[in-house]
């Protein structure tokens, strides 16, 4: 099973909001090098600039990429507060009709074990193939997850 690679990255800023400040934040410039502080976004407003209606493959891939310009998936106390909004669905992939959610997930250890999954709103696992997803497990139980369409699984 294969997962997102921008579990283990650093932090780079919302699409619309570049400096990942938020509204009302501290528009201070940040030191030289330091990463980009994400407590003070809203992690949902950022979410909801990477959506769209109709999402195809690349929007897909996009919007897994910047999930961690929105959510700090690197720091996982925060990371389980600023999901609080999820799940969320975010757009419907255009080759099925299916819509497309974001998540969170966690157990075994939490909050440590959290982490962020994009995947088909409602899927079961017995018809996941069959929607062209990819089926994701907990690395905890492994108990399903979710069904992800193949650029998020």
Known sequence: MRFPSWIFLALTGCPDDPGG?????DTSEPDSG??????????CTCLAGLASGSLDSAAITALVDGLPACFAVDKKD???EQAACLPQVVGTDA??????????TCSDVCPDAG??????????????ATAG?????????GTYVGCAPPEAG
């Open 34 to 43: 330091s990463e980009t502080d994400t407590s003070t976004a809203d992690p």
């Open 115 to 128: 982490w962020l999954a994009v995947i088909y709103e409602g899927v079961a696992e017995a018809d996941c």
């Open 78 to 80: 925060l990371l389980a």
């Open 21 to 25: 400040l938020g509204a009302g934040s």
């Open 95 to 104: 080759r099925n009709g299916l819509s497309i959610e974001v998540v969170y």
């Open 133 to 141: 997803g990819v089926v994701l497990k907990d690395l905890g139980f």
